[in-house]
């Protein structure tokens, strides 16, 4: 469920992020408006119940370097695609990460190369194709091809890299820097680049996409502390059966018969790994 409602607050945000690069917004104002209210929210809601403001000693520099450097370069390569690409395009594109995840835990051995587990991928894999390729208006130029698949690479490397270094720390802190990190070197990126564009009649939209943000980081750094980065990668491909859908209603992208049936097929994907990771909880039960 926590990946579930991550991929839905993903989608959301690409839906917006979209919509703003349409009305000609670059990437460090929006994105740097993004995650400073996404880190806002969630340093608001850690005070509200008591807890920590701060990583865990040693992960300090670690929470914000993820955010820093690691989203920041994510974020803006995914955006740069938005300018240049349909959301369905940008979507099937970066849904190329998981794949890299999933055969970059078994090449490290994290992960045994378990039939189960590439099954599950391959049929993520093809359901997201189908989800985002049927559709009439997925176009992208060569360009925004490459950021997005530069996008899928990053964010690859991302949760494996986070799921490693941050074991000790709660994942809404987590969360909360690691957006306060991309937020500020973002904002720091368009004033000394001199890209700073006043919101305008955006601002709402442009809010909207901090708080989305701020959900979507909660629940990807729970469902990753819970499901580890291949099955976490898997369930949140679900993001692009929401981004589809959510397309469809507000930048008339038409769904098709072919997308209701990539949608199926992921959806059994995340069963298929719901089922196997409760089965290897239970195998550890004493």
Do not use: K
Not at 135 to 145: C, P, R, S, W, Y
């Amino acid at each position: 469920m926590l990946g579930a409602a991550g991929a839905l607050a993903y989608a959301i945000t690409v839906v917006i992020g979209r919509d703003l690069a349409q009305e000609g917004f670059g990437a460090p104002t929006v994105l740097g408006i993004r995650f400073s209210v996404a880190g806002l929210i969630v340093l608001a809601v850690l005070a509200l119940l008591r807890r920590s403001l701060l990583p865990a000693p040693g992960e300090r520099v670690a929470a914000f370097l993820l955010g820093a450097v690691g989203y920041m370069v994510e974020s803006t390569f995914f955006y740069m695609g938005l300018e240049r690409g349909s959301a369905g395009a940008v979507a099937l594109l970066f849904y190329a990460y998981p794949a890299m995840v999933g055969l970059t835990e078994i090449a490290t051995g994290r992960r045994p190369p378990s039939r189960l587990l590439l099954g599950a991928l391959a049929l993520s894999a093809a359901g997201t194709v189908l989800v985002v390729a049927a559709g009439e208006d997925v176009t992208i130029t060569a360009a925004g091809a490459a950021f997005s698949l530069l996008a899928a690479a990053c964010f690859a490397v991302y949760l494996m890299v986070s799921h490693t270094v941050m074991r000790r720390t709660d994942s809404l802190t987590t969360a909360g820097w690691v957006a306060a990190g991309a937020g500020l070197s973002l904002l720091a990126r368009a004033v000394f680049t001199g890209d700073v564009q006043a919101p305008g009649d955006d601002l709402l939209p442009m809010l909207a996409n901090g708080g989305a943000t701020a959900v979507a980081f909660t629940c990807m750094f729970a469902a990753l502390r819970r499901l580890g980065p291949g099955p976490t990668a898997i369930v949140l491909t679900l993001e692009a059966v929401f981004a589809v859908v959510l397309a469809g209603i507000f930048l008339d992208e038409a769904l098709r018969s072919l997308q209701l049936v990539g949608g199926v097929a992921i959806l059994a994907a995340t069963a298929i790994v719901a089922l196997r990771r409760r089965a290897d909880v239970e195998l550890e039960v004493p």
